[in-house]
Nanobody, 125 residues
Framework: QVQLVESGGGFVQAGGSLRLSCADSGRSFSNYMMAWFRQVPGKEREFVSAISWKGGNIYYADDVKGRFTISREYAKSTMYLQMNSLKAEDTATYYC??????????????????WGQGTHVTVSS
């Protein structure tokens, strides 16, 4: 059973850094795609980044490329999102997600079978 738990959110000034973690407490860190999405109240959830089972395929949204880095640590069944050069517009609740198969695109929210509860990031300008 996949059970995703995010942590690492918080308050940071613009230009600062945060690292989000997503642990699979079900310890079934198996061969599935994992991703980060984010959502601002009143807006749809949007894709941030995704990483395949062995890390060979990595995807980023255009507005985070060069600033965010996604990774997976298999020994700890954990995925990370290192966020640098944060901007006020990065303020959102960040969710991690897992998908056993990707039918169309790893950037699509409807591809994912399991979701965490979210962790909030606030970036002050």
């Amino acid at each position: 059973q996949v059970q995703l738990v995010e942590s690492g959110g918080g308050f940071v000034q613009a230009g600062g850094s945060l690292r989000l973690s997503c642990a699979d407490s079900g310890r079934s860190f198996s061969n599935y795609m994992m991703a980060w999405f984010r959502q601002v109240p009143g807006k749809e959830r949007e894709f941030v980044s995704a990483i395949s089972w062995k890390g060979g395929n990595i995807y980023y949204a255009d507005d985070v490329k060069g600033r965010f880095t996604i990774s997976r640590e298999y020994a700890k069944s954990t995925m990370y999102l290192q966020m640098n050069s944060l901007k006020a517009e990065d303020t959102a609740t960040y969710y991690c997600a897992a998908a056993f198969t990707i039918a169309n695109s790893p950037t699509r929210e409807d591809e994912y079978d399991f979701w965490g509860q979210g962790t909030h990031v606030t970036v002050s300008s």
